[in-house]
């Protein structure tokens, strides 16, 4: 079997794996987290599924170096420059996602502290709140900001190189466009629009079968 079918094949996995717990970790079991009435009070009596969505996230980002890993030695001899940057970013993205999933913890432990000690202090611990909530979300929105860029260079490289079918990598392109303007919208003060994300994940999950069954072309150096 050719590398780069076998390396493709991996990488299929590893998204899909990946997707399983982008949803368990951003959806399941954070939502303690977000709903009503918020986490200070939501956070501490589900402290094991907060727990769990920090497991998610770290596993996640466990998974992007491990794919990094196996891209690196693909692009490396199409272009070493894009390689480096490819993985470095994975990198980049692999610390904020820490970064984050430390905040995520901050928020149980500042929950776990109102239910012991907030009636005695409660305009202390709403103005922690919202400086702990605030952090998480900022942390969480670069963190999406490297990542949609990390995506933008994978499909850049494997449209330029002809790793992927041209379709498949311009829609890449396209749709990680469109995420980064999503979620670059908090930074000016509005609302992320889900609208434009969604191209991505329908992409993702399309480029993960894909390589699941056909794995990267033999590309065409420039």
Aim: aromatic share 14%.
């Amino acid at each position: 079997m050719d590398n780069s079918i076998r390396i493709g094949r991996i990488v299929g996995v590893l998204l899909l794996v990946q997707v399983v717990f982008g949803i368990l970790g951003n959806f399941v079991f954070t939502a303690p987290l977000f709903g009503e009435p918020g986490f200070l009070i939501n956070a501490a009596p589900h402290a094991d599924r907060i727990a769990l969505s920090v497991l998610s996230g770290i596993s996640m980002g466990l998974v992007s170096l491990v794919v990094a890993s196996l891209l690196y030695p693909l692009f490396k001899p199409y272009s070493l420059s894009m390689a480096l940057f490819y993985f470095a970013l994975v990198c980049a993205g692999f610390a904020l996602s820490i970064a984050e999933n430390i905040s995520v913890m901050s928020m149980l432990s500042l929950s776990k502290s109102y239910a012991e000690f907030g009636a005695a202090q409660e305009p202390l611990y709403q103005g922690l709140r919202v400086v702990v909530k605030e952090t998480r979300n900022w942390t969480h929105y670069i963190s999406l900001i490297v990542s949609g860029v990390t995506l933008f260079t994978f499909y850049l490289i494997t449209l330029r190189f002809k790793l992927l079918p041209i379709a498949l990598a311009g829609f890449g392109l396209l749709a990680t466009f469109s995420q980064l303007i999503a979620v670059s919208m908090p930074l000016f003060g509005n609302e992320v629009d889900f609208r434009l994300i969604a191209p991505l994940g329908i992409c993702q999950i399309v480029l993960s079968f894909w390589l699941i069954f056909k794995g990267f072309k033999q590309g065409i150096k420039s």
